[in-house]
């Protein structure tokens, strides 16, 4: 049962962080970061959310079950 759940939360982190890779991709979010030089807020959720669900994911899968 964890590796089924590691596993969608891998799946689910790595969703994240591309769709935050393709918002930081957009017009608004490059005009922004010319100006102040940082990326817009809810990239940055959705990098830190997809790390975070990658990282549990993968305890998941290698964690030993008893």
Do not use: W
Not at 40 to 46: E, F, G, N, P, S
């Amino acid at each position: 049962m964890h590796k089924i759940i590691g596993a969608v939360l891998l799946v689910a982190g790595a969703f994240l962080f591309i769709r935050g890779h393709d918002m930081s991709q957009a017009i608004n979010s490059q005009v922004k970061n010319l100006f102040t030089g940082s990326p817009t807020d809810k990239v940055m959720y959705y990098y830190l959310g997809g790390a975070l669900c990658g990282a549990v994911g993968l305890v998941e899968i290698f964690r030993s079950s008893k």
